[in-house]
């Protein structure tokens, strides 16, 4: 699995999404400009230890990042989406992209690939989720219908418990 983030403005949302791409084995695609320095100790202290586990691609615009990942499977999570996140099947090298905090994804690149265009339905009073939150539900969806294959041993999923009566 694959989370692009265009132009994000926030460090410690990035350094949660960085830590959940640790824990996970996704690979995350930061597309510049970035709203802060990617060596800003926020960042760090957000993907606690994680950070130097990160399968980290930096891009410096978003034509950069497309003619470095040709021929992509991308979805593109938006607030103006029609379909929800749930209405598509996510193969495993997809790519999930969410825009910058405080504007999305920009209407030129929703327009592009529409039909790929998703939403995390919510209550229409409330503008969105925290962005950090948004791609924790997407892509562990995209992951539910690969069956956790980054998660397998043997034919089962790995558990790490502190008491194995749990």
């Given at each position: 699995?694959?989370i692009?983030?265009?132009e994000?403005?926030?460090?410690?949302?990035?350094?949660n999404?960085g830590?959940t791409?640790?824990a996970t084995?996704?690979?995350?695609?930061l597309?510049?400009p970035?709203?802060?320095?990617?060596?800003?100790?926020s960042?760090?202290?957000?993907g606690l230890?994680?950070?130097n586990n990160?399968d980290?691609?930096?891009?410096?615009?978003f034509?950069h990042?497309i003619r470095q990942?040709p021929?992509?499977?991308?979805?593109?999570?938006?607030t103006?989406?029609?379909?929800?996140?749930?209405?598509v099947k996510?193969?495993?090298?997809?790519?999930?992209?969410f825009?910058?905090?405080s504007?999305?994804?920009?209407?030129?690149?929703l327009l592009?690939?529409?039909?790929?265009?998703?939403?995390?339905p919510?209550?229409?009073q409330?503008?969105s989720?925290n962005l950090s939150?948004?791609?924790a539900?997407?892509?562990?969806?995209?992951l539910?219908q690969n069956?956790?294959?980054?998660?397998?041993?043997e034919?089962?999923?790995h558990r790490?418990?502190?008491?194995e009566?749990v």
């Amino acid at each position: 699995m694959n989370i692009v983030l265009l132009e994000p403005e926030i460090p410690q949302n990035t350094g949660n999404i960085g830590r959940t791409c640790v824990a996970t084995g996704t690979a995350l695609h930061l597309i510049k400009p970035l709203g802060f320095n990617i060596d800003e100790k926020s960042v760090r202290r957000s993907g606690l230890d994680y950070w130097n586990n990160l399968d980290l691609k930096c891009y410096d615009n978003f034509e950069h990042f497309i003619r470095q990942n040709p021929n992509i499977n991308i979805y593109m999570a938006t607030t103006k989406a029609r379909k929800s996140y749930t209405d598509v099947k996510y193969g495993k090298d997809c790519f999930i992209m969410f825009g910058k905090e405080s504007a999305g994804i920009p209407e030129e690149i929703l327009l592009k690939y529409k039909e790929n265009c998703i939403r995390i339905p919510m209550l229409e009073q409330y503008r969105s989720l925290n962005l950090s939150n948004s791609v924790a539900v997407i892509l562990y969806e995209a992951l539910r219908q690969n069956n956790f294959d980054n998660f397998l041993i043997e034919g089962n999923l790995h558990r790490h418990s502190w008491n194995e009566n749990v």
